[in-house]
């Protein structure tokens, strides 16, 4: 029998710690107290006879101790030997000195400071060696367990007569069902558990390691020969200081090692047979586990369960825990345990190879992640089984020195950061935050150790696993997790969506953060990914079991693995495989359930920074660098995110690659997504549900942005993800889906969004003007395409080059303005001529831009949102403005639009380029009549005026052409009515307007009251360039009774009746009022007829104050003068005359002759 523990007849001494046999008890255990009533006296008792036995000889032979056999009467007793009678008296109730066994228990678990007479010491040891090598009690074995040995082929062929047989039983206690049998096996350990000699062959195995480890001698008498347990604990001891290299360990032989785990194995079940360990728990047994029955190691897991306990005892703390490395080291020290899970170790194939001492497949480890991995493939494992091993898992999270691998790379790490937090699994976290970064550098086979604990113990399969997060989250998960049943794996999941939200706690926070660090550096410690993912993971990217590791493809590669296929397919440019079709590519894309959890994943590592592990690895530099200072939780990447161009190439990869995968799944970014929930409830709920691949979300969100339910943070979040997005046009999902394949066609090498809208917008514009007969933009891109350009118009930032050449101006002239709802960029509209020459170019192409296309005018288009459904549904986005300013004047029109459309039309009317319209009408009369103009004007800068100035002109000479002539006309008319929209005016008479007209001008009524005051105090202006205005008003006024709206209201009637029959344009309605003023049958009305008489009155001040300044001048005074048929008639005169004279007087000038000529 291999190893066999070579106790002669030891079954029959293991039932030290039975009770005295009662009358209940069966036959079996009635005949052991006889024999053990009934062996032979020792000789080694009182008397010289005891003190006559050398030590060496009892030594040499453990039968030396007691004479040759003699007859004595039945039913001696110890209690009647007088070297025992005191202390018998003294230690051990009256009622128990019939039954030798039970004074023998009595007198071996007396209490420690308790001290017994050497001679009984003596008299008991020989007493119990006398027991093991008295053949009665193998006789009685055969007997008891006769139907066991005969199915036990292993015990059945012991030679009887050597205490094998016993022994073998021993052995093979755990398949024993007989019931006598087995009781009668279970209740005799004490004696040999109570004195390491008595086991076969252990001294002999471990002689020297006692020696070497000074862990007692082996002679009897210089130790209590009773308690030498605590030379098996001192060996044990050593036994872990060498497993841990601890300083100073010694290395024990292979087979004393053996021995070692072999009688802690087989003190399993009672921990009354781990003799020290009992001596030091006494009394903690009795405080905290007294209504705990002994046997099948339910004490040794209450004492467990207690072990932090703060009124446990250090001593029995220090044995509890010695006693938990040795089950790390071979699990079958656990008895429960090694129960529990024999029939699944057998069945999965995890059992242990008994040959190889300590041998890897009997560490607890090994155990657990064996039959884990048969748990998370969806195998059976018996519920008592798990319930064991969960109770190991928790067990080795609570105390880090139960993993010699911890104690031994992580040393260094305990030492400088985390001494004396040992318990409940404070270090252990404390290890963990050191290694996140957040303590210093830890050392790689410290991580590693780390990482492999965090495996066997598999917290994430359930919370509870974890006592120090358990403890810190349980409010937190009675308020916001209470839905889930208690240890559900989405326990985990819902701490971490609670993440920095207000019913988060700090220290729940700081502990779930330090255990998903780990977790997400394997993904098979998160069991739900798993479970959903493993059949993908095994299909797609080649992993193996859940206990088995690859190089080629390391647990922190399998989810980007994972992710690429969730995320990527050939339609967004992931490449086929090598002589692969499209379809076949079809199945390397994950199952819905699996791309589900990579969601999940994502939005959790989203959080922290450190929760992604390639992220932390390439960007710890750049973080250092740029985000070294104290931040608010969760706000790294978006850091990162801002530093985009500085930082060093791999970072910005990753960094660029999570960007563009938030634009495709804003939800990934959690925090945004706390604070953005009322808005998508009430505006996006309709897109929130259906969020992968489809940017519906960020793009509703945008639109929404300045809603009034709108808070702060989410308004800020919005933005910034608007601003990162404007660093590469691939971090617009929707706008790079859309527009990738023209990008790269008519775009290349562009990688900045702004660049990229300019360069697809020139093409559409380009396409449009020269009506090609293809757009080369398809019309899925151009529609994004007018997305893109409307949002970045919000905001100035989302426009850089814009914001870099203003950003000195805005802080002088708008540093109150709030950015967004493009109020900056109104505000610099309104301080316009302040500004420096690099914005005002800036700004002006921006205006030019709206300008043609009003859509791109997000002030207008907000403040007049409602007004253009109202009256502009059927016009087209480039004709919005036109809609608005002709219906600006109606009852209808809300206030707030029409001051608007008053700011834009005063905007196209300081240049004629701001004008689309007029440009268009007027491309041929701009540079017939105002070249001038043109070629003193300066690039990017406004006119002030001067060209619609110039073409006012020459509209008052009847000049322009017929398409320029309307337009001009509409400008005059709107100009009339508004003093303001013409820009000459207002630069020339703003001071005289302040002294003559200031109650006019502050009533802001568009009816020309403002001008009708200049012209009435035309002779008390001052100003040169004022009074010029005003002339010019007047000779206008006379092309046009529109132009004039005092005139035209107060004639309105008169016009009716005697001219309604002419049409406007060319003067032709004010002739026909002017010639009616001078008939006297016609009466015109009183206002119309004082009207016409100040205006008369006001051209011939006007004709004397500004005479023609050339012929063409003279000729258009001529012609718009109501005397214009009496003037021609006397130039027509006198041009007759002189003809006349020269026919009739000849030449005035004396003739040359030829001679003179050819001089």
Not at 275 to 292: A, G, M, N, P, V
Not at 372 to 383: K, L, W
Not at 732 to 761: G, H, Q, R
Not at 1122 to 1139: E, H
Request: contains cysteine; hydrophobic residues 35%; proline residues 3%.
């Amino acid at each position: 029998m291999a190893d066999c523990i070579r106790v002669p007849l030891l079954l029959l001494l293991i039932c030290v710690f039975s009770s005295l046999p009662t009358r209940g008890q069966n036959n079996a255990m009635a005949k052991l107290a006889l024999n053990a009533d009934s062996p032979q006296k020792p000789a080694g008792g009182p008397g010289p006879a005891a003190e006559r036995i050398p030590v060496a000889a009892a030594e040499r032979n453990p039968g030396a101790g007691a004479s040759p056999p003699r007859k004595r009467s039945a039913g001696w007793k110890l209690a009647e030997e007088g070297v025992c009678r005191e202390d018998l008296t003294r230690l051990c109730p009256k009622h128990s000195w019939n039954n030798n066994l039970a004074v023998l228990e009595c007198l071996q678990d007396r209490k420690e400071e308790t001290e017994i007479a050497a001679e009984c010491n003596h008299l008991l040891w020989n007493y119990k060696l006398n027991l093991t090598t008295d053949p009665k009690f193998e006789s009685l074995a055969v007997e008891v367990c006769k139907t066991t040995i005969s199915e036990m082929k292993e015990c059945s062929t012991e030679e009887l007569g050597k205490g094998y047989l016993v022994s073998c039983l021993v052995d093979h206690r755990g398949n024993i069902s007989d019931y006598q049998c087995n009781q009668y096996i279970t209740k005799m350990t004490s004696i040999v558990f109570s004195d390491y000699r008595l086991i076969c062959g252990f001294m002999d195995k471990c002689r020297e390691d006692i020696n070497s480890l000074r862990c007692g001698s082996i002679s009897t008498g210089e130790k209590d020969v009773h308690s030498q347990g605590e030379v098996i604990a001192c060996l044990e001891k050593g036994l872990v200081r060498e497993a841990e290299e601890q300083p100073g360990s010694h290395p024990i032989k292979d087979e004393c090692k053996k021995s070692i785990m072999r009688v802690a194995e087989l003190s399993s079940d009672d921990f009354h047979l781990d003799r020290y360990l009992y001596f030091s728990c006494r009394e903690d047994r009795e405080r905290f586990c007294e209504k705990t029955l002994a046997g099948e190691g339910r004490v040794y897991k209450c004492l467990f369960n207690h072990k932090f306990e703060e009124a446990l005892t250090e001593r029995c703390r220090e044995a509890l825990t010695t006693r938990q490395k040795l089950i790390s080291q071979d699990y079958k020290v656990s008895y429960s345990l090694a129960k529990a899970c024999k029939s699944d170790l057998r069945k999965y194939r995890c059992s242990a190879d008994s040959n190889m001492p300590r041998a890897r497949e009997a560490r607890l480890s090994y155990l657990l992640l064996c039959l884990e991995s048969a748990v998370h493939r969806g195998r059976v494992v018996s519920g008592e089984c798990q319930g064991e091993m969960m109770d190991y898992r928790r067990m080795l999270m609570e105390d880090f020195s139960l993993s010699p691998e911890i104690v031994l790379q992580c040393r260094a790490e305990i030492e400088s950061h985390c001494s004396g937090l040992h318990r409940k699994g404070r270090t252990l976290h404390c290890l963990m935050r050191v290694g996140r970064g957040d303590m210093g550098s830890i050392d790689p086979n410290c991580q590693r150790a780390l990482q492999s604990l965090i495996q066997e113990a598999d917290p994430g399969a359930d919370y509870r696993i974890d006592r120090a997060l358990n403890e810190a989250c349980e409010s937190v998960i009675q308020t916001a997790c209470k839905h889930i049943r208690s240890g559900d794996p989405m326990i985990l999941s819902c701490l971490m969506e609670h993440l920095y939200t207000e019913k988060m706690v700090e220290d729940c926070e700081h502990r779930l953060l330090e255990l998903q660090y780990f977790i997400a550096r394997d993904w098979k410690l998160d069991p739900i990914l798993y479970k959903k993912c493993q059949g993908d993971a095994a299909r797609l990217c080649h992993t193996h079991g859940w206990n088995e590791t690859s190089e080629m493809m390391p647990p922190g590669a399998i989810f980007s693995c994972l992710y690429r296929h969730a995320y990527r397919s050939v339609d967004q440019g992931r490449r086929l495989l090598n002589g692969a079709s499209e379809a076949g590519n079809r199945g390397l894309t994950l199952s819905r359930d699996c791309k589900v959890e990579v969601q999940r994943i994502l939005h959790q590592r989203a959080l922290d920074v450190r929760l992604d592990p390639e992220l932390q690895r390439r960007c710890m530099t750049d973080l250092g660098k740029w985000c070294s200072e104290k931040m608010e939780a969760g706000q790294e990447l978006e850091c990162l995110q801002d530093h985009l161009e500085d930082l060093v190439s791999g970072c910005r990869d990753v960094v660029g690659n999570l960007t563009e995968l938030e634009s495709e799944d804003i939800q990934i970014e959690a925090l945004l997504m706390q604070a953005c929930e009322p808005i998508i409830q009430t505006f996006c709920h309709d897109v929130a549900d259906n969020q992968i691949n489809t940017g519906d979300l960020m793009e509703c969100l945008v639109q929404n942005k300045h809603q009034k339910e709108m808070n702060e943070k989410c308004s800020v979040g919005v933005t910034h993800f608007q601003l990162i997005q404007i660093k590469d046009f691939r971090f617009s999902y929707k706008f790079k889906t859309a527009c990738k394949e023209d990008v790269l066609k008519l775009c290349p090498n562009i990688k900045k969004k702004v660049d990229v809208v300019i360069c697809l917008s020139t093409t559409v514009r380009n396409d449009t003007l020269q009506e090609a007969k293809e757009q080369r933009v398809n019309i899925k891109c151009r529609k994004q395409l007018r997305v893109e350009e409307v949002e970045m118009s919000e905001d100035i930032r989302l426009e850089p080059e814009l914001y870099d050449s203003c950003k000195q101006d805005i802080n002088r002239l708008c540093q109150n303005v709030a950015f967004g709802n493009a109020q900056v960029i109104e505000c610099l509209k309104e301080n316009k001529r302040q500004l420096t020459q690099r914005c005002h170019q800036r700004i002006f192409k921006l205006q030019e831009v709206e300008m043609v296309d009003p859509e791109l005018d997000y002030q207008l288009m907000r403040v007049c949102k409602h007004m253009i459904r109202r009256f502009c549904t059927d016009s087209e986005g480039k004709n919005v403005l036109q809609c608005l300013k002709q219906n600006k004047n109606s009852e209808l029109m809300d206030p707030k639009c029409k001051q608007m459309i008053t700011k834009r039309q005063i905007t196209q009317n300081t240049d004629y380029r701001l004008n689309p319209v007029l440009r268009k009408a007027c491309k041929a009369d701009i540079p017939k009549f105002c070249q001038p103009i043109l070629n003193k004007a300066k690039a990017d800068s406004e006119l002030e005026g001067q060209v619609i100035a110039c073409l006012k002109l020459k509209y008052a000479d009847q000049r322009l052409s017929p398409d320029c002539e309307a337009q001009i006309q509409v400008i005059l008319q709107e100009s009339a009515l508004d003093y303001r929209l013409d820009p000459q005016l207002q630069i020339h008479c703003t001071q005289e307007i302040s002294r003559l007209c200031p109650e006019e001008a502050a009533a802001q009524e568009q009816t020309g009251q403002v001008e009708e005051c200049l012209k009435v105090n035309l002779l008390k202006v001052k100003e040169e360039g004022c009074k010029k205005e005003v002339l010019n008003m007047l000779k206008e006024s006379k092309a046009d009774i529109f132009v004039d709206p005092v005139l035209h209201t107060a004639c309105a009637l008169d016009i009716k009746h005697q001219c309604a029959a002419i049409p406007p344009g060319r003067g032709r309605q004010m002739s026909c009022l002017m010639e009616a003023l001078q008939d006297k049958r016609v009466r015109l009305q009183p206002e119309c007829k004082k009207r016409l008489q100040d205006r008369i009155d006001m051209w011939s001040y006007a004709a004397k104050v500004a005479p023609a300044e050339g012929f063409s001048d003279l000729a258009m005074q001529v012609m718009t003068s109501p005397s214009k048929n009496y003037i021609l008639a006397v130039i027509g005169g006198g041009v007759a005359l002189l003809f006349v004279m020269g026919l009739l007087c000849g030449r005035f000038t004396k003739r040359l002759t030829q001679e003179l000529k050819d001089r």
